[in-house]
């Protein structure tokens, strides 16, 4: 009998990039409160249409990020999980794995497999984020003995070429700096776990494995796919990419 796979695994995951919802509540508040006053008042309809408007747009975001942070993000990566159709023995790693949401979906579906997560554990990445919280995570699903979790930049990757056959990466590259200037906003991810720009001289990683390898990833509301080999980070003059190749462009589709 085959046992069900959770689309959200047991634990606790905190929130990504807490100042971001909790701004966009805050703000939607006074314009919320200003919209029923002006109507109370009867004020012109031309004012309260606009703060009303306003309060909709930016409740709509504080609610779409605070389900995509609590649970959206875990349905999409069990859908990008399951489509992969592992066998259950691979390698993986997991760029910039947080408190564990996909490293440990990711074990979960490695049963004669290995996954190895690398983070900086920085808290205003995602609230609570620590490897201790991340170990935690891994006894609660009854997988920390098949994960390793090391202390590390992803741009410095410290594995060797061929090391992995799935790369995994979820709002995390968009925290790359370009080679000049600050990281990018986050609304303009680029193709998480595809391509992403590096620093000059930063180590590539060769992913070629036993069999297709793959990168998944995803970034603000949408998610990627690249699928079969070779997949590999290559390094240019100015700049390592990460490419999958498979004779055209990742496909993309809409995620919550």
């Known amino acids: 009998m085959t046992t069900r796979i959770p689309s959200k695994p047991a634990g606790s995951y905190g929130v990504d990039a807490i100042l ?8 939607t508040l006074p ?8 109507i109370a008042q009867s004020a012109p309809a031309w004012t309260w249409l606009l703060m009303g408007a306003g309060a909709l747009s930016l409740g709509y975001s504080a609610l779409a990020f605070w ?8 349905l999409v990566w069990a859908r990008l999980l399951d489509s992969l159709h ?3 023995d691979e390698n993986s790693l997991d760029l910039g794995c947080g408190r564990g949401a996909v490293i440990i979906a990711t074990a979960l579906r490695l049963p004669h497999g290995h996954a190895t997560g690398i983070d900086l554990w920085r808290n205003q990445d995602q609230t609570g984020n620590s490897a201790e919280a991340t ?8 997988v920390a003995d098949r994960i390793t979790l090391d202390t590390g930049d992803m741009t410095r990757l410290p594995y060797e070429d061929a090391s992995f056959d799935l790369v995994t990466a979820s709002v995390s590259i968009h925290n790359i700096p370009e080679a000049a200037g600050p ?8 193709d998480q776990g595809v391509r992403r720009r590096t620093h000059r001289r930063r180590r590539s990683l060769h992913l070629h494995g036993r069999g297709p390898a793959h990168a998944v990833g995803n970034d603000a509301h949408h998610h990627y796919q690249g699928a079969e080999e070779p ?3 290559t390094q240019n003059k100015d700049r390592s990419r990460r490419t999958a190749s498979r004779g055209s462009s990742p496909r993309r589709s809409s995620g919550p």
């Open 31 to 38: 314009l919320l409160l200003g919209t029923i006053a002006n």
């Open 231 to 233: 997949l590999t980070l």
């Open 135 to 142: 170990r935690k995570n891994t006894e609660l699903n009854g």
């Open 67 to 74: 389900y995509t942070t609590l649970r959206g993000k875990f």
């Open 20 to 27: 971001v919802p909790v701004l966009l509540s805050l703000s």
């Open 183 to 190: 990281p990018r906003h986050r609304g303009q991810g680029q």
């Open 86 to 88: 592992l066998r259950g």
